[in-house]
């Protein structure tokens, strides 16, 4: 069964740097997100994207964050300056169609803010 | 904003018996309710979904019903087995792109 895939699965990262997560999206999806899972919280929405573009944000992803489909397989989440708070689990989802639609994660890229 | 909760946070039930969670949802625009395993380790699991025109759900040993009118819906299990263990997440979507999780249920089947 087609999955979605993340890496690294733990990053370790120094505040204020700058880090880059990885997803290759199921390969007939075209509807991409991010979540994340604060430790012993619930999972989050941060942003959903279509056809090269963010179609939905919410407050968490501000202008630190960003997202990118820089070719046609992977789909990738970019903190530029870290800060401790920004330690969570993230995870990336996709679908084939949005509204009402399954939405497939991966498994999860720990992220450890130093 | 959609906000969603989720009872009980843990559950033990012996092998062979049902287990019910429960979740409601504040915006009555929400429209479709997807159900999530997440095992240790792992990222959620869709296990099961029902839409707002459907009252109930099933799929082999999973049921999801739907109350549209009171705001909530519940996941059963039935006939537990020790691979069910794991924590179980509801969800709503108000058709936007967006899931808004529960906090999840941390269930375990004793053998």
């Known amino acids: 069964e087609p999955e979605v895939t993340q890496t690294p699965s733990h990053q370790v990262t120094q505040m204020g740097q700058e880090v880059i997560l990885r997803c290759v999206p199921i390969s007939n999806h075209l509807y991409f997100y991010w979540y994340r899972q604060i430790l012993g919280q619930k999972v989050e929405f941060l942003v959903s994207f279509y056809n090269n573009e963010i179609s939905e944000k919410s407050e968490i992803f501000d202008d630190q964050f960003s997202v990118e489909r820089p070719d046609g397989s992977n789909f990738t989440l970019k903190i530029r300056s870290t800060k401790l708070e920004d330690s969570a689990m993230y995870f990336c989802a996709s679908s084939h169609h949005p509204y009402n639609q399954p939405q497939h994660f991966g498994d999860g890229t720990r992220l450890s803010i130093l | 904003g959609e906000n969603v909760e989720q009872h009980p946070s843990t559950l033990s039930v012996q092998e062979g018996d049902s287990a019910v969670i429960k979740c409601t949802y504040s915006?009555?625009?929400?429209?479709?309710f997807p159900w999530y395993k997440q095992e240790l380790g792992k990222g959620p699991q869709l296990i099961i979904d029902?839409?707002?025109?459907?009252g109930e759900k099933k799929d082999q040993r999973i049921a999801v019903t739907l109350n549209k009118t009171a705001k909530h819906f519940s996941l059963h299990i039935t006939e537990t087995q020790p691979e069910d263990s794991a924590v179980y997440f509801c969800?709503?979507?108000?058709?936007?792109?967006?899931?808004?999780f529960g906090t999840g249920t941390r269930l375990t089947i004793i053998p």
């Open positions: 029902i839409r707002s025109n459907v």
């Open positions: 969800a709503a979507s108000d058709g936007n792109e967006k899931l808004t």
């Open positions: 915006d009555s625009a929400s429209n479709y």
